[in-house]
Nanobody, 127 residues
Framework: QVQLVESGGGLVQAGGSLRLSCAAS????????MGWFRQAPGKERELVAA????????AYADSVKGRFTISRDNAKNTVYLQMNILKPEDTAVYYC????????????????????WGQGTQVTVSS
């Protein structure tokens, strides 16, 4: 069974930075697209960023483009989300997730495209 564990969340002032990590178990981590999602109270879970199996392709929500960077280290079974110039509207629970299929796929934008999820880590940005 695949397990994903996020860490690195916390409380930060607007303009600050955080780096989230997601440690994955499983022998086939390196062949899957990984995504970061977030969910604020009363809102739907939304894609923040995604990265394909070898890091050659990344995608970002317009709201975080230029501020956030997704990366991965397959040797460590870990995916990262570097968050800079944080804003209060970034406040949410952040989840990492593994895609349902191996290697590259056009299906990576929606929650239904992922089958394993971490427990989430809270990010709170104060004004």
């Amino acid at each position: 069974q695949v397990q994903l564990v996020e860490s690195g969340g916390g409380l930060v002032q607007a303009g600050g930075s955080l780096r989230l990590s997601c440690a994955a178990s499983g022998r086939t981590f390196s062949s899957y697209t990984m995504g970061w999602f977030r969910q604020a109270p009363g809102k739907e879970r939304e894609l923040v960023a995604a990265i394909n199996w070898n890091g050659g392709f990344t995608a970002y929500a317009d709201s975080v483009k230029g501020r956030f960077t997704i990366s991965r280290d397959n040797a460590k079974n870990t995916v990262y989300l570097q968050m800079n110039i944080l804003k209060p509207e970034d406040t949410a629970v952040y989840y990492c997730a593994r895609s349902t299929t191996r290697y590259d796929s056009a299906l990576y934008r929606r929650t239904r495209d992922y089958d394993y999820w971490g427990q989430g880590t809270q990010v709170t940005v104060s004004s």
